[in-house]
């Protein structure tokens, strides 16, 4: 079984300046050879300041290079040959390649670094989904030499990667019930990987179903009300109208919204006027979870920021 560890630095719009893949093999994948290693020119950005004060590839350093489309072939075929595929952050990485052409990656088994380490690591300390690490801190943290004056450069920073996830790896098997007394120790590894990435799942959904639940409640607000989320509660105050516990709370706060559009204040359009009528309808609402909490929250922030001219 093939595992490919990769990791990109950019220009603006996602245009890959620097790819580098590594392999790794055997058992537990613990032998590991470079496989592709390339700097590109980007095709639109001229300039990317913010970017090159991280990462100190300049425009110069490129303007002699080839587009990414001189490698998509090459590149394609060693993720084509890959059983596993391994990043940290890795989503950014995954788009700027299908950005330029790569196909294919939605159907591999892709592990990010990052994700592990809160899953094994750090979840049962009560760090949030959106407070994962960065490279530097997850590699410090599991005992990784860390360099930073060679960070951000796409070779080092995926070598690092693969270091992180193997100790990762040798975590998890701890922790995990062992394979098959019979099973070959070169499939060992994929045996655990596997069943790292169905816990994952489990894991991802159980705590975004948790995270998605919560209160909803109409505050007391000038001559009507608000409408307010709590994730803990429920809510006190002597301005609380009425409260209700809902499975997805954004959700909630979008519909909620939307059905009392018409009753918006003119002279504060967060304000609702409500009547009792109304304030029954919200007693009686409900909601299920149904695994599109976060979709539901992008809407809502995306809604907010154009009714403030954003």
């Given at each position: 079984?093939?595992?490919?560890?990769?990791?990109?630095?950019?220009?603006?719009?996602?245009?890959?300046?620097?790819?580098?893949?590594?392999?790794?093999?055997?058992?537990?994948?613990?032998e590991r050879r470079q496989v592709f290693h390339q700097y590109v020119k980007p095709r639109t950005c001229r300039r990317w300041p913010?970017?090159?004060?991280?990462?100190?590839?300049?425009?110069?350093?490129?303007?002699?290079?080839?587009?990414?489309?001189?490698?998509?072939?090459?590149?394609?075929?060693?993720?084509?040959?890959?059983?596993?595929?391994?990043?940290?952050?890795?989503?950014?990485?995954?788009?700027?390649?299908?950005?330029?052409?790569?196909?294919?990656?939605?159907?591999?088994?892709?592990?990010?670094?990052?994700?592990?380490?809160?899953?094994?690591?750090?979840?049962?300390?009560?760090?949030?989904?959106?407070?994962?690490?960065?490279?530097?801190?997850?590699?410090?943290?599991?005992?990784?030499?860390?360099?930073?004056?060679?960070?951000?450069?796409?070779?080092?920073?995926?070598?690092?990667?693969?270091?992180?996830?193997?100790?990762?790896?040798?975590?998890?098997?701890?922790?995990?019930?062992?394979?098959?007394?019979?099973?070959?120790?070169?499939?060992?590894?994929?045996?655990?990987?596997?069943?790292?990435?169905?816990?994952?799942?489990?894991?991802?959904?159980?705590?975004?179903?948790?995270?998605?639940?919560?209160?909803?409640?109409?505050?007391?607000?000038?001559?009507?009300?608000?409408?307010?989320?709590?994730?803990?509660?429920?809510?006190?105050?002597?301005?609380?109208?009425?409260?209700?516990?809902?499975?997805?709370?954004?959700?909630?706060?979008?519909?909620?919204?939307?059905?009392?559009?018409?009753?918006?204040?003119?002279?504060?359009?967060?304000?609702?006027?409500?009547?009792?009528?109304?304030?029954?309808?919200?007693?009686?609402?409900?909601?299920?979870?149904?695994?599109?909490?976060?979709?539901?929250?992008?809407?809502?922030?995306?809604?907010?920021?154009?009714?403030?001219?954003?």
């Amino acid at each position: 079984m093939k595992l490919l560890c990769f990791d990109a630095e950019f220009a603006d719009h996602q245009e890959i300046l620097e790819l580098s893949i590594w392999e790794a093999s055997g058992e537990n994948w613990k032998e590991r050879r470079q496989v592709f290693h390339q700097y590109v020119k980007p095709r639109t950005c001229r300039r990317w300041p913010g970017s090159q004060r991280v990462h100190h590839i300049s425009p110069q350093m490129v303007a002699d290079k080839p587009y990414f489309s001189r490698w998509r072939a090459t590149v394609q075929k060693l993720l084509d040959e890959a059983d596993f595929i391994v990043g940290f952050d890795i989503g950014n990485d995954i788009g700027a390649l299908a950005q330029e052409g790569v196909t294919g990656l939605e159907e591999k088994r892709v592990v990010d670094v990052r994700d592990f380490h809160w899953m094994v690591n750090t979840l049962s300390q009560g760090v949030a989904l959106n407070s994962r690490k960065g490279l530097q801190t997850t590699a410090e943290e599991l005992g990784v030499p860390f360099s930073e004056n060679l960070a951000h450069g796409a070779d080092y920073d995926t070598r690092v990667t693969l270091d992180c996830f193997l100790r990762l790896l040798e975590q998890y098997e701890k922790s995990a019930p062992a394979p098959a007394e019979n099973s070959d120790e070169s499939e060992r590894g994929e045996r655990f990987l596997t069943r790292y990435l169905s816990d994952w799942e489990k894991t991802l959904d159980n705590y975004q179903r948790e995270f998605a639940r919560g209160w909803i409640f109409l505050q007391k607000w000038k001559e009507g009300c608000r409408v307010k989320a709590l994730q803990a509660g429920p809510p006190t105050g002597a301005d609380v109208v009425e409260s209700i516990a809902v499975a997805a709370r954004y959700r909630a706060l979008d519909e909620i919204d939307r059905h009392f559009s018409r009753h918006r204040d003119s002279r504060d359009s967060r304000v609702f006027l409500l009547t009792e009528r109304d304030i029954e309808w919200f007693r009686n609402y409900t909601n299920e979870y149904d695994g599109e909490e976060q979709l539901h929250k992008r809407m809502l922030e995306l809604r907010q920021r154009e009714a403030r001219g954003l």
